[in-house]
């Protein structure tokens, strides 16, 4: 019989691969993650313009936050600003050149039944001494559910013309 030392000199080392200080993803990995980085990246956009869409409802509530309801130039100066939001989202509405009367039926219809707006052809056209403190103040409540309640989608529709046939209204031919 041989003898163990010999054999130990017989046996080849074990070779093994040097360890890889790299961390490498499997191809599928890769996919996955630029699926992510891509759904992240349009969910980032969506809320972006969105939030850039409802920047002047923003400003507005701002703004009519800042108005003091004794003062008796409010009622004016919200209906500016009512005007100025609905103009924001759609510079051509038919309401930005309604009458008065129309104004307040479109106003009304936007607030909840429990809530009623006064009549706003005194609060915008006489002498402030006419009108008082309870009226401006139920205006500003109303004006407040307004813009809380206003979507800019809906103004944007409505005055957006109907194109096609049978309108009248071709901007192809043009």
Excluded at 25 to 33: C, F, I, K, Q, R
């Amino acid at each position: 019989m041989t003898e163990p030392t010999q054999l130990l000199a017989l046996l080849a080392d074990i070779d093994e691969p040097a360890l890889s200080e790299s961390f490498a993803l499997a191809p599928g990995h890769w996919l996955l993650l630029l699926l992510l980085l891509a759904a992240c990246l349009f969910t980032l956009t969506i809320a972006l313009r969105y939030w850039r869409f409802q920047r002047p409802k923003r400003l507005a509530r701002r703004l009519w936050q800042q108005l003091d309801a004794t003062d008796p130039t409010m009622p004016a100066q919200l209906n500016q600003l009512l005007k100025r939001l609905v103009k924001a989202y759609a510079p051509r509405h038919p309401l930005l050149t309604a009458d008065t009367g129309s104004w307040q039926q479109h106003w009304q219809s936007q607030l909840p039944a429990a809530l009623q707006l006064p009549p706003l052809q005194p609060l915008l056209y006489q002498a402030p001494t006419q009108h008082n403190a309870l009226e401006r103040q139920q205006l500003y409540q109303c004006g407040g559910v307004f813009i809380q309640r206003f979507n800019g989608r809906l103004y944007q529709q409505a005055a957006s013309p109907a194109t096609g046939p049978g309108t009248g209204v071709d901007h192809a031919g043009a």
